[in-house]
């Protein structure tokens, strides 16, 4: 199986603060890295696919990064909305797709 | 509008059998890639198994010959018959639509989830 990390497991950060979130994978996925929020007691809500993709509805302060081993997901100007944990899973071996760890962040 | 709603979670001794279900609305199941996503604090996310749109299935090593996934396309419900159930099968389960393109999937819609909880 391909195994995702991400880095930090978790982050404090203000209102208004600019976040970089990190999934390396341990083999080459190319573009196939897609993005989760998910809030306590909620399931997971996909934000981007395709490794810089936005969903529908997910607003431009999301945005994402990477091909090959190396992603980012960064969220820009950080509202109270969005502390939360974030998971990164590759696609690209269908259907053994697998997630990262999280990335929990939280009010600082 | 797409919705997911989960039914048939709890407690369950070791050994035991759980049928869960998936009522969908808004989309036809027998259309889609559908999933059983797994969440647990230890070892977090799990896809443990995917019924594609042709009706093949695929199991994680995990849940592999204990596990079952179907669909009734009649009831537009998906299903994970759990037998032989073991204390770290203790999760919520998620099932999602997977979107299907280019790039491989995504899971663009998830139900509520439902805890299955297996302990003595």
């Known amino acids: 199986d391909i195994q995702m990390t991400q880095s930090p497991s978790s982050l404090s950060a203000s209102v208004g603060d600019r976040v970089t979130i990190t999934c390396r994978a341990s083999q080459r996925i190319s573009s196939s890295l897609n993005w989760y929020q998910q809030k306590p007691g909620k399931a997971p809500k996909s934000l981007i696919y395709?490794?810089?993709n936005l969903q529908s509805g997910v607003p431009s302060r999301f945005s994402g990064s990477g091909s090959g081993t190396d992603f980012t997901l960064t969220i820009s100007n950080l509202q109270p909305e969005d502390f939360a944990t974030y998971y990164c899973?590759?696609?690209?071996?269908?259907?053994?797709?697998?997630f990262g760890q999280g990335t929990k962040v939280e009010i600082k | 509008e797409v919705q997911l709603v989960e039914s048939g979670g709890g407690l369950v001794q070791p050994g035991g059998s759980l049928r869960l279900s998936c009522a969908a609305s808004g989309f036809p199941v027998s259309s889609n890639y559908m999933t059983w996503v797994r969440q647990t604090p230890g070892k977090g996310l799990e896809c443990v198994s995917v019924?594609?749109?042709?009706?093949?299935?695929y199991y994680a090593d995990s849940v592999k010959g204990r596990f079952t996934i179907s669909r009734h396309d009649s009831e537009n419900t998906l299903y994970l018959q759990m037998n032989s159930l073991r204390p770290e099968d203790t999760a919520v389960y998620y099932c999602?639509?997977?979107?299907?393109?280019?790039?491989?999937?995504?899971?663009?819609?998830w139900g509520q989830g439902t805890l299955v909880t297996v302990s003595s």
């Open positions: 999602a639509r997977v979107w299907i393109g280019g790039y491989g999937g995504s899971m663009d819609d």
């Open positions: 899973q590759q696609s690209y071996i269908t259907p053994q797709w697998t």
């Open positions: 019924i594609y749109s042709g009706g093949k299935t």
């Open positions: 395709a490794a810089s």
